[in-house]
C-alpha cells in the first residue's frame, strides 16, 4: 500500500506482482474503491505488475471538500501517480465510469497508455437505462446490508450474491462527491461518446461486455466498432461486473490481450 500526496489530495494505491513486470492499471467505477479488483489478483499477479488507485474522493484517498471530480482532472491525478512511481507504459482497464478515467487518461497521456480495455462501460448516456435509485444522506447510516444490497443490484447480473465487501465499499459513499461525479461522467459522455474519443486514439481496444447488464445496454457494446481493430466480447450470463461475477473468466480475457499488447514497465 502506497500513499501519494498531489496538490489536491492524498491517493491511495496498491501495486502486486513482480515489479519488473509489465504493468496493468485497474481503474475502478463510481462508488467502488480499488478492493472491487481484488478477486482478480490471484490470477493476474503471477506475470503482472497490477496497480490500484483509489480515486479522489473514494476507498482510502482523500475526500477534499470543492476538489474538481471533473474525469479530466481524474485522469491527470492517475497520470501524475504513475510518473511518481517510474511507470512509463501501462494496459490500463477500466470498469464501468472508471473506462471514462481510462479514455481521459489516454487523450492525456498516449505516451504512457499501450492498450485499453473497458469492463462495461456504457459508449454515451444513451445506452444508460437503469433505473433510479434514490440515496438520501439522512437515512444512510440506518440501511440494513440487505438494503444496501437492494440499491445497488443492478450493478450485477440477476440472482448474483453481492459481497458483504462491495457492500462495505458503497456504505463509504461520500454523497458530495458521489454527487459531483455523477455529474462529471455525464458532461464527459455528453460532451463526446467514448467510440469516438477513442477511435481518434489509435489505441488497441477490448471490449467486455456482460450480456445481462442492468446498468447499460448490452446492445450498446457494438457502437465501439467504430474504433478500428476493436475486440468486443460479450460475455453471457453475466452481469454490469465480469470483474466480480466471474474472475476467472474475466482474468482470461484480460491476460490474453495484455500479453499481445503490454510493453515492459519502465
Known amino acids: 500500500m502506497t500513499t501519494i500526496s498531489l496538490d489536491d489530495g492524498a491517493l491511495h494505491l496498491d501495486h502486486d506482482g513482480p515489479r519488473d513486470a509489465p504493468v496493468l492499471l485497474l481503474i475502478h467505477g463510481t462508488a467502488a474503491s480499488g478492493r472491487s479488483w481484488e478477486p482478480l489478483l490471484p490470477l493476474l ?14 476507498g482510502r484517498s482523500a475526500k477534499p471538500t470543492g476538489a474538481s471530480y471533473a474525469v ?3 485522469a491527470r491525478r492517475v497520470a501524475a501517480v504513475l510518473d511518481r512511481l517510474g511507470i512509463e507504459h501501462a494496459v490500463v ?12 487518461l489516454t487523450e492525456q497521456r498516449p505516451d504512457l497508455v499501450t492498450a485499453v480495455a473497458l469492463i462495461n462501460t456504457g459508449p454515451h448516456m444513451a445506452s444508460y437505462y437503469a433505473k433510479e435509485v434514490q440515496l438520501r444522506v439522512a437515512s444512510w447510516a440506518d440501511l440494513t446490508d440487505d438494503e444496501i444490497r437492494e440499491a445497488m443490484r443492478d450493478g450485477f447480473r440477476p440472482g ?22 455523477s455529474q462529471a461522467l455525464r458532461a464527459y459522455l455528453d460532451e463526446q461518446p467514448l467510440p469516438a474519443r477513442l477511435a481518434l486514439q489509435g489505441k488497441p481496444l477490448l471490449v467486455l461486455f456482460g450480456a445481462e447488464d442492468q446498468r447499460w445496454r448490452p446492445s450498446s457494446a457494438a457502437d465501439y ?13 453475466l452481469g454490469h461486473s465480469p470483474n466480480l461475477e466471474d474472475p476467472p473468466r474475466t482474468a482470461e ?4 490481450f495484455a500479453t499481445k499488447h503490454a510493453r515492459q514497465a519502465g
Open 45 to 58: 499477479t503471477e506475470s503482472r505488475r497490477v496497480v490500484r488507485i483509489d480515486l479522489l474522493g473514494c
Open 72 to 74: 479530466e482532472d481524474q
Open 93 to 104: 482497464v477500466g470498469h464501468s465510469s472508471g473506462g471514462l478515467v481510462a479514455t481521459a
Open 160 to 181: 448474483f450474491a453481492i459481497p458483504k465487501d462491495y457492500v462495505d465499499q458503497f456504505r463509504d459513499i461520500d454523497f458530495t462527491v458521489f454527487g459531483a461525479t
Open 225 to 237: 466498432k467504430v474504433v478500428p481493430g476493436v475486440v468486443v466480447e460479450m460475455l453471457p450470463g
Open 253 to 256: 480475457f484480460l491476460l490474453a
